[in-house]
């Protein structure tokens, strides 16, 4: 889950998802024109094609209003010897997927793979939340941030809002068809179109929650759905309880646990590698950490930058950073620099203390149909105050990461439209294949691997396989995970329940 981080009751979205059944009529859907990718599309190398393809902005209207979806197609390599089509879903809410990876050599070779901007997203018909260039100033602030004092919070919760009556009165009826439901409509659609009677279909991070939503809204059309870096479907909807209504989605991810987990796995790599900046023999490098946090908390330091001047670092620039570190291992190197470079850093010097009417287009737009997508989705609290309660709580878990995670979503509690079309269960639909699951067990900062465990058990046909690494996403980091997703995607062979994967190179090996 990377998303920029008002909810419909859960009968209403019951009774939508009633009125929602897949409709027969997906198959009959027109085909894909495909063409060559415009230059200005980035495509990553000119054997990618392009299309777009137009969906119901509402699938209770669909002879009604049509949005675009933008599409980037690279063609299996053997085109002679193809097998069919595999659709990619990077994570999110909010990032392009356009442009697929190859995924693996062999699942290249003898299948095209079909990445798609989502709704609201990118290249597809966006989402604009803006109409002066001056709104964008308290999202600005809001990006990435949370705050640490009871001042920073009144101001967060401020901007939040501001940028949440920006879209209210300016994004227009897609900002109420954003839920991953839809989302997982119209990718039925594209596998219609593309002429595939089942889904293939590899989605990360966010993508798992697309993967989990088709497998219960069409479970007889499901082919091979990989799910790598798995979100719990019930505690990003609802939670497992009535009154986890009232309990921010980001608290009951629990990325912050992940972020906790992977955080020592790393120390404890650190400590028996010699290679490792941060190492210090004799000394309790989680303590180390909790020193860097608690000077932090009375000020920022200065450590050198990157172009050879000083750079000020705060507490939160501090979290965010070691976040990011954590999520693939290739970074530990990098972040163990960082770590020794705070401990042995400075305190800080003291700091020195036009309007038009129509949507503009903004770099920010495919995150606010992020935060759209967030808002449907999820069951949220009204009253912001309860985020400075359950960050608190966060933080007692893991150190810093909790505020991190919580703010993300706060933006939820004053959104201004939801998403009757939103799914909320059952996730335990009989699905006409098996589910592949894949989850790193040393640790992940956005999508815990226990989160993983539970949904294996929820589904109605899952197998987890596990990478034992930290990090978020496991495909390409193991010799052993990619030939379990090629005999997956591939053949739909499952790995043996309990397997786990070794990665193919420690933290702080070159590579």
């Not at 069409?218 to 019930?234: I, K, N, Q």
């Not at 329940?497 to 090996?509: E, L, Q």
């Amino acid at each position: 889950m990377k998303f920029f981080h008002f909810a419909a009751a859960a009968t209403a979205a019951v009774t939508a998802t009633a009125l929602l059944a897949p409709a027969a009529s997906a198959d009959q859907a027109p085909g894909v024109a495909w063409h060559a990718c415009d230059p200005s599309s980035k495509a990553p190398s000119a054997g990618y094609r392009c299309a777009t393809y137009d969906v119901p902005l509402s699938y209770r209207d669909p002879g009604g209003p049509k949005i675009q979806l933008a599409l980037g197609l690279l063609p299996a390599a053997d085109q002679s010897r193809k097998r069919g089509t595999i659709f990619y879903n990077p994570g999110g809410p909010g990032n392009s997927g356009r442009f697929a990876p190859a995924l693996t050599p062999a699942l290249h070779e003898r299948f095209d793979i079909v990445g798609f901007d989502p709704r609201g997203v990118g290249a597809s018909t966006p989402v604009r939340c803006f109409t002066d260039p001056a709104q964008l100033e308290p999202l600005r602030r809001v990006l990435g941030q949370f705050p640490i004092s009871r001042e920073q919070e009144r101001r967060q919760v401020e901007d939040a809002r501001a940028v949440a009556e920006s879209c209210g009165r300016a994004a227009g009826p897609l900002l109420g068809h954003l839920s991953t439901a839809n989302v997982a409509r119209d990718l039925d659609r594209l596998r219609a179109a593309v002429g595939e009677p089942k889904l293939r279909y590899y989605g990360l991070s966010y993508g798992t929650y697309v993967g989990e939503n088709y497998a219960n809204l069409f479970p007889g059309r499901v082919g091979a759905l990989a799910l790598d870096a798995v979100d719990d479907p019930v505690n990003w909807s609802t939670g497992y309880r009535p009154q986890d209504a009232n309990v921010p989605f980001s608290y009951r991810l629990g990325g912050f646990d992940g972020a906790r987990q992977a955080l020592n796995t790393f120390l404890t790599a650190c400590a028996a590698d010699t290679r490792c900046a941060f190492r210090e023999p004799g000394t309790d490098l989680l303590g180390k950490w909790n020193g860097i946090l608690d000077r932090l908390q009375a000020g920022p330091v200065t450590i050198p930058g990157k172009d050879g001047n000083g750079r000020v670092v705060r507490y939160q620039d501090a979290v965010g950073e070691v976040h990011r570190g954590l999520l693939d291992e290739a970074k530990a190197a990098e972040l163990a620099g960082f770590l020794q470079a705070l401990a042995a850093a400075p305190a800080a010097p003291a700091a020195v203390k036009s309007t038009v009417d129509e949507p503009i287009p903004t770099p920010f737009d495919s995150a606010m149909a992020g935060a759209g997508t967030v808002c449907a989705d999820s069951s949220n609290p009204r009253d912001p105050e309860l985020w400075w309660r359950y960050a608190k709580a966060a933080d007692r878990v893991g150190r810093g990461f909790g505020s991190y995670d919580l703010y993300l979503s706060l933006p939820c509690a004053m959104w201004p439209v939801a998403d009757p079309d939103r799914y909320t269960g059952p996730w335990n639909r009989p699905t006409a294949a098996p589910v592949l699951l894949i989850g790193n067990r040393g640790g992940d900062p956005e999508t815990p691997y226990q989160g993983a465990q539970r949904t294996e058990r929820l589904l109605g046909d899952a197998r987890l396989l596990a990478l034992d690494a930290y990090g978020h996403g496991a495909r390409g980091k193991s010799v052993c995970v990619d030939t379990a997703l090629d005999r997956y995607l591939a053949d739909g062979v499952v790995p043996p329940r309990g397997t786990v994967c070794r990665p193919d190179h420690g933290p702080f090996d070159d590579r």
